[in-house]
């Protein structure tokens, strides 16, 4: 991304009200495990380097849908 990296994409929506809750996968050159480490701890739902194979991209997607519908089917 020309204007942030995605860190501070993270920190940005980590401090919004209304994006917090919106799960996010980070598509990355980076093989730092810290940098790793701190995307999920900002709230990643999954760090995936690049290249990647575009079937574990869609897994990655079909796995976080997953994880955000169960808590909507509690509180219905």
Avoid at 28 to 47: I, N, T
Avoid at 59 to 70: G, Q
């Amino acid at each position: 991304m020309p204007s942030l990296d995605g860190l501070e994409l993270l920190e940005n929506i980590q401090t919004s009200g209304i994006l917090r809750n919106i799960p996010v996968i980070i598509l990355s050159g980076s093989e730092d495990p810290e940098k790793r480490k701190k995307c999920l701890a900002l709230g990643a739902s999954s760090y995936l380097i690049k290249p990647f194979e575009p079937q574990l991209l869609i897994e990655e997607i079909e796995n976080t849908f997953k994880r955000v519908e169960k808590p909507l089917a509690i509180n219905r």
